[in-house]
T-cell receptor, first 114, second 110 residues
Framework: DSGVTQTPKHLITATGQRVTLRCSPR?????VYWYQQSLDQGLQFLIQ???????AKGNILERFSAQQFPDLHSELNLSSLELGDSALYFC?????????????FGPGTRLLVL | LAKTTQPISMDSYEGQEVNITCSHN???????ITWYQQFPSQGPRFIIQ???TKVTNEVASLFIPADRKSSTLSLPRVSLSDTAVYYC???????????FGSGTRLQVQP
């Protein structure tokens, strides 16, 4: 158990819909990362937040957005969903957000878009 | 950006030592080498990190030659539970996030 929690565990929805994935980092960690893992793309970095502020952006689509709240939990919002958005979405956290730090990954949210 | 190259898959038997080599020819001076392990449908888990020479922890060793253009993850006496995908990453100080490649799928057989 990494100490990072993600909800929900599974999500099934239809194309065009909007969903919100939630992540709670390990106690004491200020930085949260979001990753997408699909069969054909591998593990792709989406976005990073540090203490409520966006710090780095990766391959995140414009239809996707995220935020980190004052209590440090984070939400990833996916809208206008397409079939290709079906994937595992992982959240990770680290203490101060530097790239050499160990990142602790949550169990993931499996999203299926029908 | 230092790109990594590692074998797509490896097979081993229980009790054997497994060495997975990763090449990173254009690694920069300030970059570290980090390995993660991922089981199916789980998030990656940190295994080990090093900068040069040898690093050992309770689960693995990491060997890095002087030129740092490659590294070898060594798993002593593997068991069935070591069957997983292993990712070699160069933690580029010029970037803020991890870049995962395709990884090496290790299959341990009885």
């Amino acid at each position: 158990d990494s100490g990072v929690t993600q909800t929900p565990k599974h999500l099934i929805t239809a194309t065009g819909q909007r969903v919100t994935l939630r992540c709670s980092p390990r106690s004491g960690d200020l930085s949260v990362y979001w990753y997408q893992q699909s069969l054909d793309q591998g593990l792709q970095f989406l976005i990073q937040y540090y203490n409520g502020e966006e710090r780095a952006k990766g391959n995140i689509l414009e239809r996707f957005s995220a935020q980190q709240f004052p209590d440090l939990h984070s939400e990833l919002n996916l809208s206008s969903l397409e079939l290709g958005d079906s994937a595992l979405y992982f959240c990770a956290s680290s203490t101060s957000g530097t790239v050499q730090e160990t990142q602790y990954f949550g169990p993931g949210t499996r999203l299926l878009v029908l | 950006l230092a790109k990594t190259t590692q074998p797509i898959s490896m097979d081993s038997y229980e009790g054997q030592e497994v060495n997975i080599t990763c090449s990173h020819n254009n690694i920069a001076t300030n970059d570290y080498i980090t390995w993660y392990q991922q089981f199916p449908s789980q998030g990656p888990r940190f295994i080990i990190q090093g900068y040069k020479t040898k690093v050992t922890n309770e689960v693995a060793s990491l060997f890095i030659p002087a030129d740092r253009k490659s590294s070898t993850l060594s798993l002593p006496r593997v068991s069935l539970s070591d069957t997983a995908v292993y990712y070699c990453l160069v933690t580029d100080t010029g970037r803020r996030a991890l870049t995962f490649g395709s990884g090496t799928r290790l299959q341990v057989q009885p």
